[in-house]
């Protein structure tokens, strides 16, 4: 009886397949087969929802497929056998293709037909592999929300990966020959482990009354890529005071290599028990373990590298690169909710977006990811900027300083529960690698495991030489560190160096170090304080005067961006030099310096610059980008400089015209341009408003003349 529900039910699969069509009207399965009798493609995947939409659809038909997973694939795989065209372009045929012809030549001679060990499985045959999808309508079940009701169906579940195995070849058919007839006999492989068979069971065998001695042959055998991997709940979906759980996945065929550790991933599989072996099996009694057996695997956030635009997107993207205000736009639409830090956004947009790696030809590396620091008294939204940026990037780690010890950075070596081998446990650098690694409280970390991050912020690499395993592992990670001053707050009564407290070897590899300082400003604050209440009361920022771009657009225009390589042009290299000079001149004369210039500073203004050019989606840096680059190098240090300029004294109209004689003098010229003008004092944080006043007043005092049209400045020798 069931045999023929089965018969019944492989029917309705054959009908499902060649009469299904797709929204566009083509034969979608068929199209599929005929791929795979090509050799083109190796996995079949059948969709619950084509089945759902199909029009003569059976809806019992499509519970028991639901319910009964596993062995409905067996029967949809028999009818792709029944329905696989011939093929229609030629291909190189391959050791199984050789095999098969031979097998079909000897079958006529040994099939004596009684014995079910010789005649050849169905999956010997096969060269392709079938999988069952479930509907993506509906929320993901969480691993603690599958339970034993579950067993054998199809379901959907999310999580984080762990860790996985490597990927190993798995026996499907084990294929022998006896040496006494000469016989092919098949065993069928379905667990993890199986008894071969010693004894030959063929007819000829046992008439002559022979044992004849059967021979493993691994050529002819038929073997699975198989990959083990442990997935685990996610945070938001733990219960107060639980920890979270995890649950084994099964990777097999063509399912394989599609995760790795730290991906968030929504699984669809086929929920099965699996009894222990050995020791284990004794010890667990009657307790049997389960796993899932994976079906699809979608990532939530795909990596820069395999994002595709779709059609819509590909004109969205161009129309954002017209805009001549979209710096702006993307650095506002980063964690619109809190208030102000335009230029630290704008800082870790650049973040994001990175300057492309340089590989020289003798092998040397010079790394394009930005670090940032972002140092700042409590309460300035430090962590929250931490947070954002993370859920942006397509791949990202949080630690914090406290909480994370230099090899839970780097990497550990455990012993592997399967095999009992020491193996490599990638740390949060390893598994941010061609990512972002955020670490808040970077100031309570303690020195010896701060260390750790030295070699990966230059060179890209974790070097490990523990426990017999010397390697080592890419680490190419963009670090943003969030960190409090020495004593908890800014103390203006120390200097730089004794309040930002970390050693001048890791200062200098931060490409920017951002003192974010909290002063007391009547204007500032009520604005603050305004928009704080807005967001409490509406769950949204307030009106941004454009609409903020959603974290997926941010995360297509940044892959976009991320493709180009921009170059630096010949005529930009004197402008670079002569900056980095000046910077270096302005720090030796200062007695109390904020920042620790080193050559590092220079390659940060050429990665920032490149970072820059990236976003407008030019091939080579234009000068504006070099500005934008030392502005927010010195805006990074702004809290500071007007810190300073109050002890001096001197009013910003004052010190806008004293940086103005400063730079002409050293110029030695009488005429400055206006566009010159603006680019030298928003370098020191002051604004064009503020320029624009300064220029008035010294001209009635007649020290210079003003163009009334391009507002160029000649000064008037007294």
């Known amino acids: 009886m069931k045999d023929l529900e089965f018969n019944a039910d492989k029917v309705l699969a054959k009908e499902f397949l060649s009469n299904f069509a797709d929204a566009y009207g083509e034969a979608k399965y068929m199209n599929i087969l005929q791929e795979v009798a090509n050799h083109k493609i190796k996995a079949v995947q059948i969709d619950l929802e084509d089945l759902f939409n199909y029009k ?45 012809t031979q097998r079909a030549e000897d079958g006529t001679n ?47 579940i999310s999580g984080i990966v762990t860790r996985c195995s490597d990927v190993k070849p798995l026996m499907q058919v084990a294929v022998y020959t006896c040496e006494e007839c000469g016989y092919e006999i098949y065993q069928d492989v379905t ?21 004849g001695n059967l021979i493993l042959q691994l050529r002819a055998s038929k073997f699975l890529k198989f990959q083990e991997a442990k997935i685990q709940e996610l945070a938001e979906h733990v219960p107060k005071g639980h920890i979270p759980r995890s649950m084994t996945v099964h990777f097999r065929g063509e399912m394989t290599r599609k995760v790795s550790p730290g991906d968030v991933v929504e699984l669809s599989g086929i929920f099965l028990p699996i009894p222990y072996t050995g020791f ?36 969205q993207i161009a129309r954002f690169a017209e805009d001549s205000d979209i710096y702006n736009k993307l650095a506002r639409s980063l964690a619109p909710e809190i208030y102000g830090h335009e230029d630290v956004k704008k800082a870790l947009l650049l973040l994001l977006v990175g300057a492309p790696h340089r590989k020289l030809k003798d092998g040397m590396k010079i790394r394009g990811d930005l670090h940032i620091c972002l140092m700042g008294d409590p309460g300035v939204a430090k962590s929250q900027l931490l947070k954002h940026i993370i859920n942006v990037a397509p791949r990202g780690v949080y630690t914090t300083g406290k909480g994370s010890s230099g090899v839970g950075l780097t990497a550990a070596v455990l012993k592997d529960p399967v095999t009992n081998e020491m193996v490599l446990e990638g740390g949060a650098l390893v598994l941010a690698d061609m990512g972002i690694c955020a ?40 670090i943003l560190a969030a960190a ?61 005067g454009f609409t903020p771009l959603e974290p997926s657009v941010l995360r297509a225009y940044i892959s976009a961006a991320r493709r180009l390589s921009p170059y630096v042009p010949k005529e930009l ?12 001149q302005e720090e030796a004369k200062s007695n109390t310096p ?51 300029r109050q002890k001096s004294g001197l009013d910003a109209i004052s010190d806008i015209y004293s940086i103005l004689r400063d730079e002409a003098a050293r110029a030695n010229k009488m005429d400055v341009s206006y566009a010159h003008a603006l680019n030298w004092i928003s370098r020191k944080g002051y604004s064009e408003a503020q320029l624009k006043e300064c220029l008035e007043e010294y001209a009635a005092l007649n020290v210079w003349q003003i163009h009334p049209h391009t507002f160029d400045i000649r000064f008037i020798d007294a």
């Not at 009547?522 to 603050?528: G, K, N, Q, T, Y």
Request: aromatic share 8%; hydrophobic share 35%; net charge negative.
């Open 56 to 100: 003569d659809l059976d809806e019992e038909f499509l519970r028991r497929v639901t319910e009964n997973t596993r062995r409905y694939i067996g029967i949809f795989a028999g009818a792709i056998d029944e329905l696989l065209p011939e093929p229609t372009e030629a291909f190189h045929d391959d050791d199984h293709d050789v095999l098969m």
């Open 110 to 156: 040994n099939a004596d037909g009684s014995d079910p060990h010789q005649k050849m499985p169905p999956e010997i045959k096969r060269y392709y592999e079938v999988y069952i999808r479930a509907a993506s309508k509906g929320r993901p079940f969480t691993i603690r929300e599958v339970k034993a009701s579950y067993i054998g169906q199809l379901v959907r």
């Open 191 to 211: 667990a993890r482990v199986f008894m071969p068979l010693f004894e030959c069971p063929s007819k000829r065998c046992f008439v002559n009354r022979t044992k």
């Open 280 to 315: 284990r099996a004794m010890r667990a009694g009657l307790v049997a373990d389960t796993y899932l057996e994976a079906m699809s695997v979608t990532h939530f956030k795909k990596k820069y590298e395999e994002y595709e635009l779709r059609g819509g997107e590909e004109e």
């Open 439 to 478: 670490i808040d409280e970077f100031d309570k970390m303690d020195e010896s495991d701060r260390t750790a991050i030295h070699e990966v912020m230059e060179q890209q690499t974790v070097s490990i030489a523990k426990a017999g395993i010397t390697t080592s592992l890419n680490a190419r990670t963009a």
């Open 484 to 544: 409090n001053p020495a004593w908890g707050r800014y103390d203006l009564r120390r200097t730089p160096a004794e309040n930002i407290n970390l050693p001048p070897a890791l200062l200098s590899r931060f490409d920017l170090l951002w003192l974010i300082l909290d002063r007391a400003d009547m204007d500032s604050d009520l604005e603050l304080a305004r928009h704080v209440v807005y967001v409490h009361q509406n769950k949204e920022s307030p009106a941004l």
């Open 573 to 584: 290299e004197e402008y670079i030099a002569t900056a980095y000079s000046s910077i270096r």
């Open 594 to 644: 904020h920042s620790y210039t080193t050559v590092r500073t220079l390659l940060s203004i050429l990665r920032t610059s490149a970072a820059l050019a990236r976003l407008r989606f030019s091939e080579t840096v234009a000068q504006s980008d070099v500005d934008e680059a030392l502005r927010l190098m010195q805006m990074s240090k702004f809290s500071l400089y007007s810190d300073d």
